[in-house]
């Protein structure tokens, strides 16, 4: 995909099948579904670790989530990961799945509760054969509790943990995200998880099973509103997209319709504002001398910074506050992102080769996080349904049992 004219290009990068990154000969056995198992893996997979998805003949359910036909969210959250089809509902494919974990570091499900007992994938029998496994269990509510049982989406926790209510405005409903936020969360809390216990069974040869519940991530990041309620007796209410911590903090419209967003969140950068709007009397103003001061008067302040950046387009607006060392950003889409120079020279966003695609290249995020010594690789582009059968299973049947499986349906693909 070259940038739309003007814009820059996003540096483009192939998959290196030699690339090895430092969880070099973690084999991750995945049968999750849908996006947190998936996130989570994919940041396994992205330092070097050898993630084998375990798919059912129809495959993840990530895969139906296509735009014009192309599988975007399946192609961007497994790159690096082999995909081995198995119909677990049968019992050999389930003896399959127990000899993959016998031999791996970890297993990572998303299962409701009881169904991998039911399919003879029990926890306690894993450890009992491989006692160095790690077994991540992602569900929506837990393992244990009078939820467990329930099903469970991102959607729900979303609303369940209290974000819905204090997100959108005070006069409209609460408002779930437009995005896989509790999938997310819990998907980058369990794979910081899976690697202390990866590290503690290294160290010591003992496996554990991680209780990941949706749910939990969720209320975790909300904090302190739980204290903040116990001390006060009062409810964070919706504010759009003011802080009830600082101000000023908002999202302001420019003269040309862009929107900008700015925030002064330590005394310092306030008086820095107030200056660079040719404010400096509002320092001393006792309206909004202090923090106290100036979220009892948000309004009046709000209205002061609002008519100044109405006032100017927002490149100006953007020009002269980094001039003047004042917090503030633009509001960007996907498309802004696209062309934007920040992204592309920072590698934020990356192409890589895509028959696909329209143009043959699919943009998709860098490596996240970074690491000096250890950055993470493009080993490969996500699979095909069933794409490694052969390669993952010779190797543990045999190519007789192999063939004798594929015919008789249990291994798919």
Same mark, same amino acid.
């Given at each position: ?263 002064? *969140? ?13 404010? *400096? ?133």
């Amino acid at each position: 995909m070259s940038a739309p004219a003007g814009g820059p290009s996003l540096h483009r990068r192939r998959f290196d099948p030699g690339a090895r990154g430092a969880l070099d000969g973690v084999r991750v056995v995945d049968l999750s579904r849908l996006v947190a198992g998936n996130l989570l893996t994919k940041v396994l997979a992205d330092h070097g670790a050898e993630v084998v998805k375990v798919e059912p003949p129809e495959g993840d359910s990530l895969r139906a989530w296509k735009v014009q036909g192309v599988e975007t969210s399946w192609k961007t959250w497994c790159r690096n990961k082999r995909s081995v089809c198995l119909d677990l509902r049968r019992a050999e494919a389930q003896a399959i799945v127990r000899r993959l974990a016998a031999g791996a570091a970890m297993l990572v499900e998303s299962f409701r509760p009881g169904v991998l007992e039911a399919m003879g994938l029990d926890p306690d029998a894993l450890l009992a054969a491989n006692p160095a496994l790690v077994v991540v269990r992602v569900s929506g509510w837990g393992q244990t509790g009078p939820y467990r049982h329930k099903p469970g989406f991102g959607t729900l926790v979303e609303g369940y943990s209290g974000f819905a209510a204090i997100n959108g405005f005070a006069d409209r409903e609460p408002v779930l995200p437009p995005m896989f936020l509790g999938d997310a969360y819990a998907g980058l809390y369990g794979s910081a998880a899976a690697l202390v216990a990866l590290r503690h069974a290294e160290a010591t040869g003992q496996g554990q099973v991680i209780d990941l519940s949706l749910f939990d991530p969720m209320l975790a990041v909300l904090e302190p509103q739980a204290a903040s309620y116990a001390v006060t007796g009062r409810l964070k209410q919706r504010t759009g997209s003011r802080s009830t911590n600082t101000a000023p903090r908002n999202a302001y419209r420019t003269k040309d319709g862009g929107w900008v967003c700015l925030s002064s *969140s330590t005394q310092g950068m306030t008086e820095k504002l107030f200056r660079s709007i040719g404010r *400096s009397d509002l320092i001393e103003d006792p309206r909004f001398r202090t923090n106290p001061d100036r979220l009892r008067n948000w309004e009046v302040l709000d209205g002061i910074v609002a008519g100044f950046v109405a006032a100017r387009s927002t490149a100006e607006n953007l020009a002269h506050f980094d001039a003047a060392g004042v917090t503030i950003g633009p509001i960007k889409d996907a498309a802004g992102l696209l062309e934007d120079p920040f992204v592309a020279e920072r590698e934020s966003l990356i192409e890589v080769p895509d028959s696909d695609m329209p143009g043959g290249w699919l943009p998709m995020h860098g490596e996240v996080p970074r690491l000096s010594a250890t950055p993470g690789i493009l080993a490969r582009p996500a699979p095909r349904l069933g794409e490694h059968n052969e390669e993952v299973l010779s190797p543990l049947l045999g190519p007789e049992e192999l063939a004798r499986l594929r015919e008789a349906g249990v291994i798919r693909g």
